[in-house]
Nanobody, 121 residues
């Protein structure tokens, strides 16, 4: 499975941004898809994930209520809608996929190249 993330950019605090991730392969619907982020000098951080069917979705406490994950299994796409962005959301955002999922990066076998999000104050 190959993952290609897009949609990053420079925005101001309070703005919204939508990240998208296109996946290759015919087994997309069997994978838990998620997003991680890594800010400069900080460890990789779980953002959120969505089950293969889309029925189960979970988020990090830091983004719950502001970010929304969705997926379209017909198009092999997963999206991350980010609202009310804060400077602390600045990071490189990675689209990930795996059979295990969860909040730890070891649950994901496939990683995209990352798309950069910068939120100015």
């Amino acid at each position: 499975v190959q993952l290609q993330a897009s949609g990053g950019g420079l925005v101001q605090a309070g703005d919204s941004l939508r990240l998208s991730c296109a996946a290759s392969g015919r087994t997309f619907s069997t994978y838990v898809m998620g997003w991680f982020r890594q800010a400069p000098g900080k460890e990789r951080e779980f953002v959120g994930a969505i089950s293969g069917s889309g029925r189960y979705i979970y988020y990090a406490d830091s983004v719950r209520g502001r970010f929304t994950i969705s997926r379209d299994n017909n198009k092999n796409m997963v999206n991350l809608q980010m609202n009310s962005l804060k400077p602390e959301d600045t990071a490189l955002y990675y689209c990930v996929g795996g059979t295990k999922g969860g909040r730890h990066y070891t649950g994901y076998d496939y990683w995209g190249q990352g798309t950069e999000v910068t939120v100015s104050s």
